[in-house]
C-alpha cells in the first residue's frame, strides 16, 4: 500500500486531506508557492515552489510514491516529461488533458454526446459585430486559470463584450446564457479497477459566480438524479480517470441537465462529505490512488448545507468572535483555512450543519442564520 502521496498544490483542498491521511495511515508530501500555506502545517515533507515548476515536481517525487492534485494550474507538457520517466501521476495526465481548457473540455463532452450550452472559442481580438451566435445575454469565460468567479462574465449587451475580454489573458470561450432552475453538482470517484462510486447530488446557490452555499437534501427528481449519474460514469470511464472529480450542472426549467464545468480533484461542492458522509471526498481521493477500495458515499443523516465563509472586506482578521458564534449553532462543523488575510470573495473557511429534517427549507434557513452571523445584516455579499 502506498504509504507516501504527493499533493501538487497546498491550499485548503490539501489541508482537509490531512483527518484522512491519519485514518489511512498515509503521509502527505505538498509542493505549494507560499511557506504559510494552509498544507504547509499537516504535511510530512514540503517543497516550496509554484505549482506549475516542473523541477520542483521532479523532487516531490522523489519523497513520495505517487503524486495526485490540488489545482489543475499545472505545465501539463513538463509534467508528461516526469511521467515518461516513470513518475507516477494519479489522476494520470492523459485523464486530465482535455479537462484544462474549457474549450476543449466543452468540445470532449460534446464529443462523447454529453449535454452541454452552446458554445465558440474566441480569439483575443475578436469583432463585436460578428458575436451574437445565440442572442443576448451570454456567458465569456477565461479557457485557463479561471476558478471562483474569475475569468467569468455575463455580458448583456454587444457593447459590454470587448471590455468584458481586456482582464483576462489567455483566449476565450462564448457560451449560451443557460435561464437555468437550479445549479447541480456531484462528486465521483472512479478507482484503478474502474469502479466508480458517486455521491449525491447536490444544489449549489451562487452569487457573482462564487459558490455560496450547497444544499444536500433528497428533493430532486429520480430522473434528474439518473441523468447527472450517467453523465459522471460516462465521463470518468471515457477518460479513463483515477481519484475524484466535480461536476458542475445546469438544471433546466424543463428538467433536463447539461454539464457547466469539471474539477479532476476535490471541490468545494464536496465539503459537506467531511461530515455528512461515510467517506469524505479527501479520503475517497487517497483510497483511489493508492489502491484502496473506494468508501461508502452515503449520508450518515438526513441532510446537510455548506455555506462559504467568504472574505467582505480588505482587512487583516481571524474573525474569532464570528467563528465563535457559528460553533454554538446546533449540528454545526466550522472549517477555517487559517488565512489571516481576508479580501472580498476569498474562501476564509466554510461550515456544514447536518439537517434534522433533509428538507430544503430548513437548508436555507440553516444558511441564512450563518450569513446574517457571519457578514451581518447589511454586509452579505
Known amino acids: 500500500m502506498t504509504k507516501r502521496v504527493g499533493v501538487i498544490g497546498g491550499g485548503q483542498l490539501a489541508w482537509m486531506m490531512a483527518e484522512a491521511a491519519t485514518k489511512l495511515d498515509i503521509e502527505l508530501v505538498i509542493q505549494t508557492p507560499k511557506p504559510d500555506d494552509p498544507a504547509v502545517s499537516i504535511a510530512a515533507h514540503t517543497i516550496v515552489a509554484p505549482v506549475n515548476d516542473a523541477t520542483a515536481t521532479a523532487q516531490l517525487a522523489a519523497h513520495c510514491e505517487v503524486i495526485t492534485f490540488e489545482n489543475e494550474f499545472i505545465d501539463l507538457e513538463a509534467l508528461t516529461q516526469l511521467e515518461n520517466q516513470g513518475v507516477p501521476f494519479y489522476p494520470r495526465l492523459a485523464s486530465i488533458a482535455p479537462l484544462l481548457d474549457k474549450y476543449y473540455q466543452r468540445a470532449y463532452l460534446q464529443n462523447l454526446g454529453l449535454p452541454t450550452p452552446k458554445f465558440i472559442a474566441l480569439d483575443d481580438h475578436p469583432n463585436p459585430n460578428t458575436l451574437d451566435p445565440f442572442g443576448f445575454p451570454v456567458v465569456v469565460k477565461a479557457r485557463r486559470l479561471s476558478y471562483d468567479g474569475h475569468g467569468t462574465t455575463i455580458v448583456n449587451t454587444p457593447a459590454e463584450l470587448p471590455s468584458s475580454l481586456t482582464p483576462h489573458p489567455s483566449f476565450f470561450l462564448l457560451e449560451e446564457f443557460i435561464p437555468f432552475d437550479r445549479e447541480l453538482a456531484v462528486m465521483a470517484a472512479r478507482s484503478r479497477s474502474g469502479e466508480v462510486i458517486t455521491y449525491p447530488v447536490v444544489e449549489t446557490q451562487q452569487k457573482n459566480q462564487v459558490c455560496h452555499r450547497v444544499i444536500v437534501t433528497n428533493d430532486l427528481s429520480a430522473s434528474v438524479v439518473k ?61 483511489a490512488v493508492c489502491q484502496l477500495p473506494l468508501g461508502d458515499s452515503g449520508l450518515t443523516c438526513a441532510g446537510a448545507v455548506m455555506v462559504n465563509l467568504l472574505g467582505f472586506e480588505n482587512v487583516e482578521s481571524d474573525y474569532l468572535k464570528k467563528r465563535q458564534q457559528l460553533t454554538q449553532i446546533p449540528r454545526s462543523h466550522v472549517y477555517w483555512y487559517g488565512k489571516s488575510e481576508s479580501r472580498i470573495g476569498r474562501k476564509l473557511g466554510h461550515l456544514t450543519i447536518l439537517l434534522e429534517t433533509g428538507q430544503r427549507q430548513e437548508a436555507i434557513d440553516m444558511a441564512e442564520q450563518v450569513e446574517t452571523i457571519w457578514y451581518g445584516t447589511g454586509n452579505r455579499e
Open 227 to 287: 441523468q447527472v449519474e450517467t453523465i459522471a460514469r460516462t465521463l470518468l470511464h471515457h477518460l479513463d480517470f483515477v481519484g475524484i472529480m466535480g461536476i458542475e450542472f445546469f438544471l433546466t426549467r424543463d428538467g433536463n441537465v447539461l454539464v457547466n464545468e469539471t474539477a479532476p480533484r476535490t471541490h468545494n461542492s464536496g465539503h459537506y462529505s467531511l461530515d455528512a458522509c461515510m467517506t469524505s471526498q479527501f479520503e475517497q481521493q487517497l483510497r
